[in-house]
């Protein structure tokens, strides 16, 4: 679905939905980024975007909350395209967390050129660029204020990086799920390009998104969270603060709550 034109406005968020489930801890969010972005339209990395997408990552850092981050790896391959085109699904899936951790290795340069402490853990094994993926130890370095970025994926085929990140979110107990998405700014009703009566919308439940079959976020990962009441923000990652604004808290987007 597209993005509209006008931005959302500014909105309060309400201390149900947004703050630390966990009174006397920092509130802590799982961010996800699409891997599109990354290579600003072209296949590969645009270090210009990384740079812009790191700097608001390490402004909202600065504030307090401890981030964990996940990345798609569509700007290099996305397994179900490469399916279509002939390529066995499991062998694409494989060759798609590959390059989510080249954008994790990116991102993690231009986060420490910030000055943010960052840790990349990889559900594939490759000891010389990334730790494996423990949760434990990627909740300590969340307390310790570092940013922890999580690549490969699932480590399995068949599995999207929005369902990772609702998995990674729960394992590490997160607050809330940020789902930033490359040209999309909500949810909405239906199709705005095809239909003049969709409207964007600000809040609705993880039920009503299954059962409208509103596709901007993959089912098992509207299921997961539905399932656990972890509450998900889904909103546009373009624009100047907008990654920014999502993980300190603000209501941009539509909130995806269990109801």
Known sequence: MPTTTTAPAHRTA??????SQHPGRARRVLLKLSGEAFGGGHVGVDPDVVKGIAHQIADAHRSGVQIAVVIGGGNFFRGAELQQRGMERARADYMGMLGTVMNCLALQDFLEKEGVDTRVQTAITMGQVAEPYIPRRAMRHLEKGRVVIFGAGAGMPYFSTDTVSAQRALE??????LMSKHGVDGVYTADPRTDDQARKLEELTFS????????????AAFSL?????????????????SITRAIKGERIGTLVTAG
Not at 208 to 219: T, Y
Request: one cysteine or more; a negative charge.
């Open 14 to 19: 309400t201390s149900h939905d947004l703050s």
């Open 172 to 177: 590490i107990k997160c607050d809330q799920v």
């Open 208 to 219: 009503d998104a299954l059962v409208g079959n509103l596709r901007v976020v993959d089912a």
């Open 225 to 241: 969270c539905m399932d656990n009441e972890l509450p998900m923000l889904v909103f546009g990652m373009d624009g100047e603060d």
